[in-house]
């Protein structure tokens, strides 16, 4: 007999869809179905299952290769890493629980690290724009209920949050938009004809990096002033039509991407798509909101925000918070050589931060905390093996419209494998030995 | 040897996700990211077959990925490797003071390569590491 | 547990009518008693005034709302960062401040007990979350209900009971402690860009007006008997004329009767009154309106009202009354955040400026103050700032110098930039009144309690109560200089919390061991409403009813106050 848990919660995308259903045999210890996810959450919760992962901490050896060890001893290099360090690099936060993040801070704080999440290479520039103009925004059940202007710009929903058309945006029933998608208007703003564009009414296929150019026309188009006659490979009678159909809607919506926020002109291109929703709440109600990755990115932010009062990057190297994006961002910090040891948990800066950066992180000290072999952990000093947060034990999340959803726990973890919220606070117990507090 | 020069983007595909979901170090992981997409002329102005090993160079730095046709085009001009350890070898690491690595729209040449080897992402970053390639 | 006796200080508590008698206060197991054994600790409060600790009715201090403005003004933490020590965590924040300087700056000034003012229901979690990690101050948060689509539709059908019956179920569900009601229908009108600005303006769709939602919810309230009355932000907030609209609805609470266990005999909290007070029509004519307030407040016996003081700083606004901060930033177009809720509420996030360069500004300064100093009944009208809405609270020392001294607001009117038009816009220059320290502790103690239903346990020091008491390094038969009175309320010799030390000459000496306080409303058993609501969150909802309820590990020292309200 197996036995069904529902509404789990599932721990992939900023998405953070919560009906799933997991089918567990009967001891509870294995997983042998997963239904109402996409592709990449079924496969999330299949390969916790994996015969050949990882089960106890590892360390690099001379010649490159890597060696068991135990939990204790793995608390040990950890320990000492961060009490050792000058200016400790602590970066990851993103695929773990807000209360792993909180012991994390505690660690941070003790021994003076730079504390940095996955926004610095994803919607950082986002929380940038944030500081300078605002955000109106509003939770996704206001989209579902409300909203008949869709606007995806910089952004595949399709293949990144792939049920956030269904469950939120495109195709739902809600209460003031009973006909679904037929209530709706959608715009595709990408360089590619993505397979979210192909759903759309309306697909702006953008010259590559001229978002600000083609955000502004927009702003002007708003205000009926005058427009050359293209702007970013498209006509100004293609704009002038789309300014007057965003202003005929009665609840619209930009959702954007890593297509504005990783490109030149970064957070200005932000600062311009909030402003033009800004413009828009004149004529009609306006909303706006990023499309976070990680499934607990927002709640890193959220987090360090009550913690600290910043939502990324924060650095306490100095015995109290700064913050200043492009100083103590982890790029910046890696590329500089700023960092004298780098902790990572619950991200793959080796999969996903720029090669040079990758190296420096070879070359120091360095542990990376992660449930799977990846790059980084296959160039760290030590691999520490830790259960899947969202599987294998709960722990609360933050969704990318920043709702809290508690993620639950749907088997044990293989015997004997901490969680990253025992790793860290054995690390935070070892450390009150190791560093004094004058 | 002919080179053609194109503007890269990078992002995610649903392909990438549930490979990364299944295990980098897996060659589902390299059958899905150590690609680029590129639109069918340009494949013809390189003079490639599709699925053709190619090398692709940035000021930044170089790799072998396999050239396949483009998923969601046509565009011309614009090429396309999936988020991942062969993108980040010859992505643009300037932030600008934005702390945001410059990702997208990075200058790239692309070249045929052959006989040369697509790695997987453990190998490519631990010898990009040790600065063996 | 230890014991502690607090010798011969000047008393003053409302709760057992000491007006300042030279006493001591003896502290055993958490708790006030009347006796210690010669064991006990002795604290020497020769000299000193000694009150219980104080209570928060009304302030903004953990949530979603708050950790946007966190969040989006890194210049808010400028110059304002502590380092860590032995006993606290690094700390930093002036208008926002991070959980832990929220728990330590209000211990420093004596209070012991805050409530957050505006929990959205659907980010419940994210509150107590917050309030897990702000130490020493016992916590409670009150859920809104002015704009949630379950309450509108069973109040425009007249259905109290099943009104009644949501209540208790979300109250449950989220942890809250009490009605909140901001902009009641106008937040829901602001998911489509309009507003509600009279308690007359019928509700988009819902078709029911504000004067409807606002009885309605005191009706429910009394049904259920909860601790604390309906607490309202009413219509038209910071609008010049909208004095009229704030007696209208106070007007609401004429017809109706309190009913609760709790000794709570008010039936309606208006809150942060001085934005609620204007008259004029327009900028340039802007005036107070305190005294025609004032009168019905002073009149009317079963209302209770907060000043929401402003303090002449940059603070960052914060409601869950949006079209109202949109309002704000069209005004000082200064960065605009917004979150509207589904189904529930919404909200806005606006820095702004209280500049005593603005007339506006030194007029409404004067207006909350007036406020406070026509009051006639000080266990009815309490002190605060709407933090941070009005100004942080740590600004209280400050405005309770401008109350208790005459002087202290003439130096402060002389130095305006307009004083002579502030002066003809409002009443304060002809106001000698000074505030006493027993009537302090009234609006600061014994008055929020018992308006919360908790006078059982926060703001006396009778026995029985909790061992929450304060020593003020003030002598109250020595003259003071105004400074001299900010400074002694700004940083507490000694304080005492829930019998545990928490700080000792205006340092932080101890985490303590907060509470979470939260009302458990049991009702009959109420099939229709447990199917609306499985059925909205089937249908209306982002997330599944299931993940809904904030479960127990998400409060630290659960305390429920239990409500029976089956009949």
Known sequence: MTKTVTDVICPFCGTLCDDL???????????????????????????????????????????????????????????????????????????????????????????????????????????????????????????????????????????????????????????????????????????????????????????????????????????????????????????????????????????????????????????????????????????????????????????????????????????????????????????????????????????????????KISQLPSVCVDPHITPTSEVSKLHVPVAFVGVEVGGNCYRMDNVPIDARKVVDPPEGMLTDEEFLTRVNKRLEQLVAVT | MTKIALNLISGRTIQQGVAMEGGKEKDAYTKACGIIEMDISDLKKLGAYRNTNVRVTSKHGSVVVKAIEATQGPHPGLAWIPLGPWANSVTDPNTYSTGMPTFKGVPIEVEIAINEKVLSSVELVQKKCRGEI | MTEYLIKNGFVFDPVQGIKGDKADVAVKDGRIVTGVSSGAKVIDAAGKTVMAGAVEIHAHIAGPKVNEGRNYRPEDKLFTYTPKSRQSRMAGGFSIPTTFKTGYEYARMGYTTAMEAAMPPLYARHVHEEMRDTPIIDEGAYPVFGNNWFVMEYLKNGEIENAAAYIAWLLRASKGYAIKVVNPGGTEAWSWGLNCLTVNDPVPYFDITPAEIMTGLMQANEFLGLPHSMHVHQNSLGNPGNYTVTLDSLKLAEKIKPNNKFGRDTVLHSTHLQFHSYG??????????????????????????????????????????????????????????????????????VPYVYSPDIKVCEIQWAIGLEIALLTKDHMRTFITTDHPNAGPFIRYPRIIKWLMSAEARKERIDSFKHSAKMIDATLIAGMDREISLYELAQMTRAGPAKALGLANLYGGLAPGMDGDVVVYNFNPEKDHKPDEIEKAFSAAAFVLKRGTPVVVDGEIVSNGNKRTLWVDAKTDENPQVMRDIRDKFLRYYSINMNNYEVAGHFLTNPMAIEVDATR
Not at chain 1, 114 to 142: F, K, M, R, W, Y
Request: charged share 25%.
């Open chain 1, 21 to 359: 259903e997991v089918v567990v045999s009967d001891d509870g210890k294995t997983i042998v179905d997963v239904y109402n996810a996409c592709a990449i959450g079924a496969e999330k919760f299949m390969h916790s299952q994996a015969r050949d992962r990882v089960k106890r901490p590892r360390m690099q050896q001379p010649d490159g290769t890597y060696k068991e060890v135990s939990y204790d001893e793995a608390v040990e290099y950890t320990a000492q890493m961060l009490a050792n360090a000058k200016k400790p690099l602590m970066y990851g936060w993103s695929s773990t629980s807000c209360e792993a993040q909180s012991v994390g801070h505690e660690i941070a704080e003790k021994v003076g690290a730079i504390v940095d999440n996955t926004a610095t290479v994803c919607h950082g520039t986002t929380l940038i724009a944030v500081q300078d103009v605002g955000i109106p925004s509003c939770t996704l059940g206001e989209i579902k209920n409300r909203a008949d202007r869709i606007i995806f710009w910089g952004c595949n929903p399709a293949h990144a949050h792939p049920r956030h058309q269904s469950r939120y945006s495109i195709f739902p029933r809600g209460f003031f938009t009973n006909k679904g998608h037929k209530n709706r208007k959608v715009v595709v703003v990408d360089p590619r004809r993505t397979d979210t564009a192909k759903m759309a009414d309306y697909h702006f296929q953008i010259e590559q990096g001229r978002d600000y150019e083609l955000l502004s026309a927009f702003r002007v188009a708003v205000r009926g002033e005058w427009l050359p006659d293209t702007v970013a490979g498209i006509s100004k009678e293609r704009i002038y039509e789309a300014a007057e159909m965003l202003k005929s809607g009665r609840f619209g919506i930009i959702f954007f991407g890593m297509g504005v926020t990783q490109s030149l002109s970064k957070n200005h291109n932000i600062d311009e798509a909030i402003m033009l929703t800004k413009d828009l709440n004149d004529y009609t109600k306006f909303s706006i909101m990023a499309m976070r990755g990680h499934y607990n990115v927002t709640g890193s932010g959220q987090v360090m925000g009550w913690q600290f009062g910043f939502p990324y990057a924060t650095d306490l190297s100095r015995g109290f918070a700064r913050y200043n994006p492009g100083e103590t961002t982890s790029n910046d910090l890696l590329v500089r050589g700023e960092v004298d040891a780098v902790f990572v948990l619950g991200s793959d800066p080796g999969a996903h931060f720029p090669i040079s950066s990758v190296k």
């Open chain 3, 280 to 349: 004029g029509d327009n900028w340039g004519n802007f005036e107070s309106k305190s005294k025609e307030v004032m009168d019905y407040v002073n009149r009317q016996k079963n209302i209770t009202i907060d000043t929401g003081c402003v303090t002449l700083d940059e603070t960052t606004t914060m409601t869950a009354d949006g079209p109202f901060e949109h309002h704000l930033t069209e005004l000082n177009h200064l960065k605009w955040a917004n979150i509207d809720v589904e189904l529930e509420t919404g909200s806005g996030v």
